[in-house]
């Protein structure tokens, strides 16, 4: 089953512009992380926000925690034709696994 | 480049058979966990191998098997293949168990067709 959601399901924007995406979750989780995906090949690990961080930056990526909400989001700033790809949010679960959403797809557009 | 490698890098089989997919994990890395991705989907969790035994296993049948080897390898086995198991299968490696909230690595990936 999948317990992070992404939103919005897809994404288009232009060269340039800012790129902003959320996710949410259903249990109490102890981090959170972020992956990019090109073109349904292997996940890229971008960024990981533990449960009791509010924000995390890593150059062009920002990203945020809600707990009490049970949300984060993703901002990619000054988006670039390199970042068009799915991002996925995961949180940690039972059994040691990653549990994963269905991902945002993010068409960058020259 | 994450040092994750996966073999082969695409399959066609047909519904019945039997198929190995292998992955070569970071050295160092005595964690590896794999996942099923079916087209426009997430990934999910089949199961995880710390130090060559089973550590956590996902929603999936016992047709699904893996091993885990001393030099950084492991296999996933998948017996009985039906369609639905079409799908890209990825290998994630990490340094410690996974749980312990490390970043796993993950491999290009392996494209099963099962006709």
């Known amino acids: 089953s999948q317990q992070g959601e992404e939103d919005p399901q897809a994404l288009s924007i232009q060269e340039g512009e800012n790129a902003t995406m959320n996710c949410s979750y259903k249990t109490s989780i102890n981090n959170l992380q972020w992956y990019r995906q090109n073109s349904g090949r292997g996940l890229v690990h971008l960024i990981l926000?533990?449960?009791n961080e509010r924000e995390k930056h890593s150059g062009r990526l920002r990203v945020t925690l809600d707990t009490s909400k049970k949300s984060s989001s993703l901002l990619i700033t000054a988006s670039r034709a390199a970042d068009t790809a799915s991002y996925f949010c995961a949180t940690d679960g039972s059994n040691y696994q990653l549990i994963w959403g269905a991902g945002t797809k993010l068409i960058i557009k020259p | 480049e994450t040092g994750v490698t996966q073999s082969p890098t695409h399959l066609i089989k047909t519904r019945g058979q039997q198929v190995t997919l292998r992955c070569s994990s970071q050295s160092g890395h005595n964690t590896v966990s794999w996942y099923q991705q079916a087209l426009g989907q997430g990934p999910q969790f089949i199961f995880q191998?710390?130090?060559?035994?089973?550590?956590g296993r996902g929603n999936f049948p016992p047709r699904f098997s893996g091993l885990q080897f001393p030099n950084y390898s492991s296999e996933l086995n998948v017996n009985a293949l039906e369609l639905d198991d079409s799908a890209l299968y990825l290998c994630a490696s990490s340094p410690r168990l996974a749980g312990l909230t490390d970043t796993q690595y993950f491999g290009p990936g392996t494209r099963l067709t099962v006709l």
């Open positions: 191998y710390y130090r060559e035994e089973e550590n």
């Open positions: 926000i533990r449960s």
